[in-house]
């Protein structure tokens, strides 16, 4: 992979993975005038309840919301393995190598399952909470920016795929 495309590739790896953690970890999927929902926790004002709280019962989740939690885990493990790929080839330089197919494929499985992960948790939110797409207090509930933030890990996961399937093709 020449300099400008790993360059390149490296640098939408970098945010694609600060995309997904950010997601993953913060509270804010589920929004609500007083109070928000992510993956992990639940928010009321300023004080958050934590799954792993031990007066918080893992089987209360709903089994989208484990769904969901699952295919970020696996996306964003995913990511993070590919930069690892990515990184320990840029700086060793193997001449034989062609990690840039390696890199594409985890990509587009991290695209998939973070991708799923949104989609599942979208269309059970709206159908269950009635959550909606909006900017005012048309509905109780409304998509957070974590979940905007995870639909933009996943676009990423796509073009970064793609970037890096195209050098791969390139090199041969």
């Given at each position: 992979?020449?300099?400008?495309?790993?360059?390149?590739?490296?640098?939408?790896?970098?945010?694609?993975?600060?995309?997904?953690?950010?997601?993953?970890?913060?509270?804010?999927?589920?929004?609500?005038?007083?109070?928000?929902?992510?993956?992990?926790?639940?928010?009321?004002?300023?004080?958050?309840?934590?799954?792993?709280?031990?007066?918080?019962?893992?089987?209360?989740?709903?089994?989208?919301i484990?769904a969901?939690?699952g295919?970020?885990?696996?996306?964003?493990?995913?990511?993070?393995?590919?930069?690892?790929?990515?990184?320990?080839?840029?700086?060793?330089?193997?001449?034989?190598?062609?990690?840039?197919?390696?890199?594409?494929?985890?990509?587009?499985?991290?695209?998939?399952?973070?991708?799923?992960?949104?989609?599942?948790?979208?269309?059970?939110?709206?159908?269950?909470?009635?959550?909606?797409?909006?900017?005012?207090?048309?509905?109780?509930?409304?998509?957070?920016?974590?979940?905007?933030?995870?639909?933009?890990?996943?676009?990423?996961?796509?073009?970064?795929?793609?970037?890096?399937?195209?050098?791969?093709?390139?090199?041969?």
């Amino acid at each position: 992979m020449n300099s400008c495309a790993a360059i390149s590739g490296l640098i939408m790896l970098v945010v694609t993975n600060l995309a997904a953690i950010v997601s993953f970890a913060t509270p804010y999927w589920r929004e609500q005038t007083s109070s928000t929902e992510g993956l992990w926790a639940t928010c009321h004002g300023t004080q958050c309840q934590w799954v792993f709280d031990n007066n918080k019962d893992l089987a209360e989740s709903n089994d989208y919301i484990i769904a969901t939690q699952g295919l970020m885990s696996v996306g964003l493990t995913v990511c993070l393995i590919a930069l690892l790929v990515s990184t320990l080839a840029l700086c060793c330089q193997c001449n034989s190598c062609n990690y840039t197919g390696f890199v594409a494929g985890l990509m587009i499985t991290a695209f998939l399952s973070i991708g799923i992960a949104v989609a599942v948790y979208g269309i059970k939110s709206s159908k269950e909470k009635k959550a909606g797409i909006s900017f005012d207090n048309d509905h109780d509930f409304r998509f957070g920016w974590s979940f905007w933030v995870g639909a933009g890990a996943a676009i990423m996961a796509l073009l970064t795929s793609l970037l890096y399937g195209c050098s791969s093709k390139k090199e041969d």
